[in-house]
């Protein structure tokens, strides 16, 4: 079974039918329950407004931009992850590849060119705990801001738990560490 939505890479044309769309933004590794919360909001969100809904993800994961000498552990590849979140009812995935360039971009820069020039957003979703731009300088604040000057809605989940275990990918591959599979999976 092929993957039913439209993948973009940064060269890529937007057609018309994404543009005006509801995305989360993410690392999405894992795909795991706190990442279905916020894909949750935005499907739900898309199909109340007509409006198409999507995924914006980095590849490679920036951990791997900023700490090459590091191993980092990903939890799913990049065609895992795009399986998974075509399973999560989405129409579109925006893949941005991860390098310097990019991360080099000021917040600002990012929302202007990349959302709003490239995508043509209508409403972003993401995390509690959601930074971007260069050194990490924007914030959900920044988001929130930028996206009433710019004429496109933000919703903040807040973090994502059950019993006092928050769903992260770093909880995750910390259970596996651990050897914990069942901890993992839940």
């Known amino acids: 079974m092929g993957i039913a939505m439209l993948v973009l890479r940064q060269s890529d044309e937007v057609p018309v039918g994404v543009r ?11 795909v795991h329950r706190g990442h279905k919360a916020l894909l949750k909001v935005a ?3 898309a199909g109340e407004t007509g409006a198409p809904a999507g995924a914006v993800l980095f590849e490679p994961h920036p951990r791997e931009v900023f700490h090459p000498e590091e191993p980092h552990f990903r939890l799913t590849p990049l ?3 795009l399986r998974l979140l075509d399973i999560e009812g989405l129409d579109f995935a925006a893949v941005l590849t991860f ?20 995508l043509g957003v209508g409403h972003v979703v993401v995390g509690y705990d959601f930074y971007f731009g260069k050194g990490r300088s924007g914030s959900t604040e920044t988001l929130r801001q ?6 496109f809605g933000t919703t903040v989940l807040p ?9 992260s990918s770093t909880a995750i591959r910390l259970h596996l560490a651990q050897g914990d599979v069942a901890g993992a999976a839940r």
């Open 20 to 30: 005006g769309g509801v995305v989360a933004i993410g690392n999405f590794d894992g």
């Open 159 to 167: 973090q994502q738990a059950e019993e006092g275990e928050v769903f």
């Open 79 to 81: 065609a895992e992850k």
């Open 99 to 118: 390098d310097r360039a990019l991360a080099g971009l000021s917040a600002a820069a990012f929302v202007e060119d990349v959302l709003v020039g490239w």
């Open 146 to 151: 930028a996206g009433r000057d710019l004429g």
């Open 43 to 45: 499907t739900g969100r």
